[in-house]
């Protein structure tokens, strides 16, 4: 593996043409250019703040903002791997035609989403400043927000593994790409996207035996332990109310957990190995598929 590294960092210079690339195709001839990705979870995050806030009557202060923290993340991992996912077999020509390391193409991927999510969180940032200009006494901002790119290395690292994995299997499987997308829709609703992991943990189906065990395997899941990271060290702390049979009742928000971030650490670096073997295991046989 120290091999192909090497080899990868003398490449370096086209890794970046092929992202610059990416970028280029996906806005080629529109006037609005990066703002289309980020229009998009602007929309959804204000419809789900209108049906959850004002329909559902969840009464989360700025709750548009606790979405905006852990969907933005999410749409990066999510755009990054369905687009690695076709990144071999659609340049399956080129690689029978000219050699290169061929992990360029799904890398250049992650690393074009990578930028747009970078981009979406100086939007978000930027939002979160206006909050502020609007409420000057509801600060937004929380100290621990220096953490950040610790949750931003580890999300990287796991998209990147899975990104190789995937597109390494999907150039001779193509069932794998249409896996990956119901995977990715209900990894959506396994992860506190549009909810909080402290509902999880108060939920009333769950024995108070149990309870403390259940939110651990919840947070074995590295997106929900990612978004549940990069809501705790950006936002200031929330109660939540939940509504059962007996009423609502109000739960303080519980602090993170940072010995299950080291797992989660652990299974994203561990992701990023085993993605890149997998996928030095196959790349030769990329020229042989039919």
């Known amino acids: 593996m120290r091999a192909e590294l090497a080899e990868l960092w003398r490449y370096r210079e086209l890794l970046w043409s092929v992202v610059l690339r990416e970028l280029r195709i ?54 990054s791997l369905m687009d690695a996912s076709q990144s071999i077999l659609g340049q399956i020509t080129l690689l029978k035609k000219i050699y290169f390391p061929r992990e360029i193409l799904p890398i250049g991927s992650v690393l074009a989403n990578f930028i747009h999510f970078l981009l979406a969180m100086v939007v978000f940032f930027v939002y979160l400043f206006v909050v502020w200009l609007l409420n000057p006494g509801d600060n937004p901002f929380r100290a621990t927000v220096f953490l950040l790119p610790i949750f931003v290395i580890m999300q990287l690292s796991l998209t990147l593994g899975l990104a190789l994995f995937i597109s390494a299997l999907n150039t001779f499987f193509e069932d794998v ?21 402290e509902q999880v943990y108060h939920a009333s189906g769950i024995d108070d035996r149990w309870r403390g065990f259940i939110y651990d395997l919840y947070l074995l899941n590295p997106i ?22 007996a009423g609502a009742k109000t739960y303080q928000y519980l602090p993170l957990d940072w010995s299950m971030v080291a797992v989660s650490a652990l299974i994203c670096f561990g992701m990023l190995v085993f993605g890149y073997w997998v996928f030095n295991r196959k790349k030769w046989q990329f020229v042989e598929r039919p």
């Open 177 to 197: 790409k249409y896996m990956v997308s119901v995977g990715l829709y209900l990894l959506f609703f396994l992860s506190p996207i549009v909810y909080f992991s």
């Open 26 to 79: 996906r806005y080629k001839n529109s006037y609005l250019g990066f703002f289309w990705s980020i229009l998009n979870p602007l929309v959804t995050v204000l419809v789900m703040t209108l049906v959850f806030k004002y329909v559902m009557g969840q009464s989360v202060k700025n709750y548009s903002a606790y979405i905006l923290a852990a969907y933005l993340p999410y749409m990066f991992f999510q755009l």
């Open 224 to 245: 929900a332990m990612l978004m549940t990271g990069y809501r705790k060290v950006m936002l200031d702390p929330q109660e939540v109310t939940m509504t059962s049979a």
